[in-house]
């Protein structure tokens, strides 16, 4: 079975997108493909559950070790709970989907991307995402697209369109940007400090080549027979929506323009009005249309009653220029800022809070044993930079199981991660592995922006050189009609009754990390740039908020942090320090008390709370993996005698060999008449033989007895200790 394919080029890559050959009983499948990545993604859709009133699509990213060739290292021998790198992807497919869905929909939507062959110069997730909207429109599933994704990608004053993995690398930017025929609806980035006006070029150049996608799109339904159309809304009942705009817009519309009001106090106001309006319609005839309404759908009031709240906060906004809280449309809400608001054991610590979000971050210094490592698709195996973000649920006054993290935890520590991950020092200037946990222990928006801020704060506490502070802000949009304005620093009711969700991070040179999800099916590149342009004002400003806190890095770290020494050796030589079966650098860490990791570049480095023992763990290694010439003259002592000669420790952890014909210009007749373990001895190296032993002698040289005096070497250094 063929089925058809469409091909679409641009930079001289092909897409394939091909329909009809796969997953027959699937709504809608459709194999995508780029070089030899193939990305298998099907949409199906089942009949709504009876009670539910959101959409319940499921987007989920499958990776199949198999894809690269390898079998998974799990005891089971198979793939087990999805990587993060999944989860993000699976988020990828999800954000740019949910809002072209109709508001209506209630059915059950699941779609599933599964990599079946990963090439590595080619990533499968922007081919995931416009696999997902091309099966959801094979499966004649109603949705507001096609919708189409790409990454754009920067390598010197160039961009590029979905460039591989180590063009990635090496770039200054990582974009994707998903967008439909009526605007940008999802946008995801990390930069190294780029412009605002840079990025704005970049998703304007990205959304060129996904209107190729889009059109490509539009021709498979059309050979395909599939004619696109969207039903029509269900009718509703507008007899409550009636009664509440009557009776309820007045007292909501005055608990809105309150301004010296607490978030908890307006919130209960609006729940006063709602519960005293419930009661008077208990109180109504029971041959009433409002109860026979009710009765119907138990949601109707709850559903009625938001929407209400919704269009009256949202003309508000766009009437009056005023928000809930009394701010400006570009005003920041009050902030305050602390570092070191832990002890000392946590190694780093600072508490950030912005209106009444707040979060506590930590940071924590490890070894680089400590990376993570990444058992997935992706080329890069181990993460030296780690955040973690976790929303308990009391942050927003609730009670729930406490769980692991979900998509969301995930996804937000992801973003925070990736807005540092461009200012975090080099691994060979700061070889530390860094983790840090943002703990949100109040919610009310943009706590992801907020752990951004929190981590910067922490870092430093934890004496990270930084390269620059990243602050964020998170900007909303309320669109009705062509009138559009953008807010600053959104708050949670701004968030959930918006269009738009906006979180931009960086320094004062430029963006570090951008989020955009929408609510509406696009946005025009214009009113994008706006919102980026807006959010550098609030950025600065929070920026300086955050410095009156700490200014710069701690010089000291704390106490309880291991100290890194870090150097280089001959690359060669890394079998010499490890020794048969590990034995050598067992011995060295046994003797010292440290912890020795070598990469396979040869940067060694040893980790100590005692800098004495890391000094002294350098001097063995450099004494290992120094090269001894003839002719060099050293000062040692005795280690060992054997019939034949005396061994003498040269350099640290290296011995040579004197012979017994080499001790005396006389005639020896036992090793023991001229010398004894433990004896100070000068020595001249002799000869080092073909197989690289080395042969002392005692002949010739002045003796001088006392301490050993080992030569110092010279290493490279790569990182001081600290």
């Not at 692991?404 to 991660?417: C, D, F, K, Q, S």
């Not at 602050?471 to 009754?497: C, N, P």
């Not at 999800?517 to 300086?544: S, V, W």
Request: hydrophobic share 35%; aromatic share 4%; with cysteine.
């Amino acid at each position: 079975m063929q089925g058809q394919t469409k091909s679409v080029s641009f930079d001289g890559r092909e897409i394939k997108l091909t329909t009809g050959r796969f997953a027959p009983q699937a709504g809608g499948s459709v194999m995508i493909e780029c070089g030899d990545t193939s990305v298998l993604v099907t949409a199906t859709r089942s009949t709504g559950r009876e009670g539910v009133d959101f959409l319940p699509l499921m987007c989920d990213y499958e990776e199949r070790l198999y894809a690269a060739g390898r079998i998974p290292g799990s005891f089971m021998r198979r793939e087990g709970r999805p990587p993060e790198r999944a989860t993000l992807i699976s988020r990828l497919i999800d954000r740019p989907m949910r809002p072209l869905f109709p508001g209506w929909m209630r059915d059950d939507i699941q779609v599933v991307a599964t990599c079946l062959s990963l090439d590595e110069r080619v990533p499968a997730d922007v081919l995931a995402v416009t696999g997902a909207s091309m099966a959801t429109l094979m499966a004649g599933i109603p949705f507001q697209g096609p919708m189409a994704a790409v990454r754009v990608g920067l390598l010197g004053d160039d961009f590029v369109l979905n460039p591989s993995y180590r063009e990635i690398e090496r770039g200054d930017l990582d974009l994707v940007v998903a967008g439909t025929p009526d605007g940008v609806v999802m946008v995801e980035a990390g930069a190294n400090q780029l412009s605002e006006q840079d990025v704005i070029e970049a998703i304007d150049f990205g959304y060129e080549a996904i209107t190729e996608l889009i059109n490509a799109q539009k021709e498979v339904l059309k050979d395909s027979g599939i004619k696109q159309e969207m039903p029509e809304a269900p009718q509703v009942d507008d007899t409550i929506s009636n009664y509440l705009d009557k009776n309820c817009t007045k007292s909501i519309s005055e608990v809105l323009k309150n301004f010296d009001q607490t978030k908890e106090e307006r919130d209960n106001k609006i729940e006063e009005i709602k519960t005293s309006i419930s009661s008077k319609i208990d109180g109504l005839k029971d041959d009433n249309a409002v109860k026979k309404s009710l009765s119907s759908n138990s949601k109707l009031l709850d559903n009625s009653y938001k929407a209400l709240t919704k269009k009256l906060m949202r003309d508000q906004i766009i009437k009056e220029g005023k928000r809930v809280d009394g701010r400006e449309l570009n005003e920041v809400r009050e902030i305050h800022a602390d570092a070191a608001v832990l002890p000392n054991r946590v190694h780093g610590s600072a508490l950030f809070q912005r209106g009444l979000t707040q979060v506590l971050s930590t940071a924590t210094l490890g070894t680089p044993s400590d990376a993570q490592e990444m058992d997935d698709l992706n080329p890069n195996t181990d993460k030296t930079y780690i955040h973690h973000y976790n929303f308990p649920p009391y942050s927003v006054g609730e009670t729930r199981p406490m769980r692991t993290p979900g998509r969301r935890e995930v996804g937000h520590g992801a973003l925070a991660e990736r807005a540092l991950i461009p200012v975090l020092p080099a691994k060979d200037t700061f070889p530390y592995v860094l983790r840090v946990v943002s703990e949100v222990l109040s919610s009310n928006g943009s706590t992801s922006m907020a752990s951004v801020c929190g981590s910067t704060l922490a870092l430093m506490d934890a004496g990270v050189p930084l390269k620059a502070p990243v602050g964020g802000a998170a900007m909303g949009l309320i669109k009705e009609g062509k009138e559009v304005k953008i807010l600053t620093d959104i708050q949670g009711i701004e968030d959930f009754l918006g269009d738009m969700d906006f979180k931009v991070a960086g320094t004062e040179k430029g963006i570090t990390a951008l989020q955009m999800d929408m609510k509406i099916t696009g946005l025009p590149i214009k009113t994008i740039g706006e919102a980026i342009n807006q959010a550098l004002p609030a950025r600065t400003h929070i920026l300086g908020k955050m410095l009156e806190a700490i200014d710069t890095p701690k010089e000291n770290l704390s106490p309880h942090a291991p100290r890194l020494l870090s150097f280089r050796i001959d690359p060669e030589l890394i079998g010499t320090v490890i020794g048969p079966g590990g034995r050598t650098i067992k011995g060295i860490t046994e003797r010292t008390n440290t912890k020795i990791d070598i990469e396979d570049g040869g940067i060694v480095t040893i980790a100590s709370h005692d800098g004495a023992a890391a000094e002294e763990a350098q001097r063995i290694i450099e004494g290992l993996t120094r090269k001894v010439h003839e002719g060099e003259i050293f000062s040692g002592s005795i280690t060992r005698i054997i019939p034949i000669g005396a061994f003498v420790e040269i350099l640290p952890g290296k011995e040579g060999m004197i012979h017994i014909s080499q001790l005396s210009e006389a005639r020896v007749e036992k090793v023991e008449d001229v010398v004894k373990v433990g004896d100070q001895v000068t020595v001249r190296v002799r000869e080092i033989d073909n197989r690289g032993r080395i042969n002392l002698s005692l002949r010739g040289v002045p003796q001088h007895g006392g301490a050993n005096n080992y030569p110092e070497p010279t290493p490279t250094p790569v990182a001081p200790l600290t």
